[in-house]
């Protein structure tokens, strides 16, 4: 494995998106913490808007990026029930297996050119999500900290 894949897996310092949601029942997904701007489902859609997007300039054509940030980030606290936070769940591991799919891809995969404006390559799009994801991610276990809920039962990194 590479230092991408293992990135966009949760692994060395870095904790695993899917381990850090997985186990949290649908009505504690959107619990507040005072002074925090975002819930923990608030933070998963707004990690999945952009691997969506992302996946889908990836596969062609390049997709329009949202003229604000505002636009990325979920407007409800948390999910509706159970059903939208499993889908939400879904959405997580389906994008994670395919960003992990990419990193594993051919040189010339990785090599091609996604955003014509930037001239970001595929690799550097995959990058930018594992650091992206990384950095939403600990937030996530910032808030699970702040709600008493970490780590999962599972196990997570304590320190």
């Avoid at 005072?34 to 999945?48: E, F, K």
């Amino acid at each position: 494995m590479s230092t991408l894949t293992d990135l966009l897996r949760g692994k060395g310092a870095h904790v695993d998106p899917i381990a850090a949601v997985e186990d949290l029942p649908w009505d504690g997904a959107g619990r507040r913490v005072a002074s925090v701007p975002h819930t923990i489902w608030q933070q998963l859609g707004h990690q999945n808007y952009w691997m969506d997007i992302e996946l889908k300039s990836i596969e062609g054509p390049e997709q329009r990026m949202p003229k604000h940030a505002s636009a990325s980030w979920p407007s409800a606290d948390g999910p509706a029930d159970d059903l939208a936070w499993q889908h939400e769940l879904g959405l997580l591991r389906t994008n994670l297996a395919q960003l992990h799919t990419l990193a594993e891809a051919q040189a010339s995969t990785l090599a091609r050119i996604v955003h014509a404006k930037t001239g970001h390559t595929v690799e550097a799009v995959l990058w930018l999500l594992a650091a992206h994801n990384s950095y939403h991610t600990g937030q996530i276990v910032q808030l699970r900290q702040a709600l008493g809920v970490w780590p999962p039962p599972g196990g997570g990194v304590t320190w």
